[in-house]
């Protein structure tokens, strides 16, 4: 049961576009939501990450969008550029603060920016 | 310099044979974690640990171990009963306990090929 579905798989956008990716879970105890952006080859980095406590978090040109209701969470990439042309992938945990850290990801939408 | 070093980076291994990744951080962070990423297939969980000498069983845990014997590391032993070990294998790291702590550090990986 894949509990973090990811869409779209690939995306390709033109410079200076925006990027949008999306990701939706099923189990309501998650409440801590990272994105993470991998380039081929390398560990995945932490790009931005939110709790559900607030419905937007901005950091740069990346900004998540969380909506509780409708269990669902975007990455928003504004001003696309050609490096950011990587694998995206959104992720989610329960239990900040206690003891279960365990990060549930999504399947990761490659993302093609073209110049 | 901080950070979680993997080695080798590209691992070779016949069928049958045993082999073991090295994971080593100096983060001085509590847990760690073991994944397996395949492609189109995100990041599954293998093995995690959140404290010397003690570890769990993630969501794909057959035909891997692990140990716990110091801290800063963490080694995977890919065992003969692992059906289709090649894969890409992400170490990473987290604190624990200390509020805004479930940000996950990863590695560089190891790419496994099974001939």
């Known amino acids: 049961q894949q509990q973090v579905k990811q869409s779209p798989q690939s995306l390709i956008v033109q410079k200076g576009g925006i990027s949008i990716i999306n990701c939706a879970y099923e189990n309501t105890a998650f409440d801590y939501f990272p994105w993470y952006q991998q380039f081929p080859g390398k560990g995945p980095a932490l790009l931005i990450a939110?709790?559900?406590?607030?419905s937007e978090k901005k950091e740069g040109r990346f900004t998540i969008s969380f909506n509780k209701s409708a269990k669902q969470f975007s990455l928003h990439i504004m001003d696309s550029q050609p490096g950011d042309s990587a694998t995206y992938f959104c992720a989610a945990s329960i239990g900040s603060g206690g003891s279960n850290y365990k990060l549930t990801f999504g399947k990761g939408t490659l993302l093609t920016v073209n110049p | 310099d901080g950070g979680i070093t993997q080695s080798p980076k590209y691992l070779f291994r016949k069928e049958g044979q045993n082999v073991t990744l090295s994971c080593e951080q100096n983060?001085?962070?509590?847990?760690m974690y073991w994944y397996r990423q395949d492609p189109g297939q995100g990041l599954r969980l293998i093995y995690y640990?959140?404290?010397?000498?003690?570890?769990q069983k993630g969501d794909i845990a057959e035909g891997y171990s692990v140990s716990r014997e110091k801290k800063e590391s963490f080694p995977l032993t890919v065992t003969s009963a692992q059906k289709n070990p090649t894969a890409f294998y992400l170490c990473?790291?987290?604190?624990?306990?200390?509020?805004?702590?479930?940000?996950?550090?990863f590695g560089p990986g190891t790419r496994l090929t099974v001939l």
């Open positions: 939110i709790r559900p406590d607030v």
């Open positions: 640990s959140q404290i010397v000498n003690d570890f």
């Open positions: 983060l001085n962070h509590d847990a």
């Open positions: 990473a790291s987290s604190m624990i306990g200390q509020g805004n702590t479930d940000t996950q550090y």
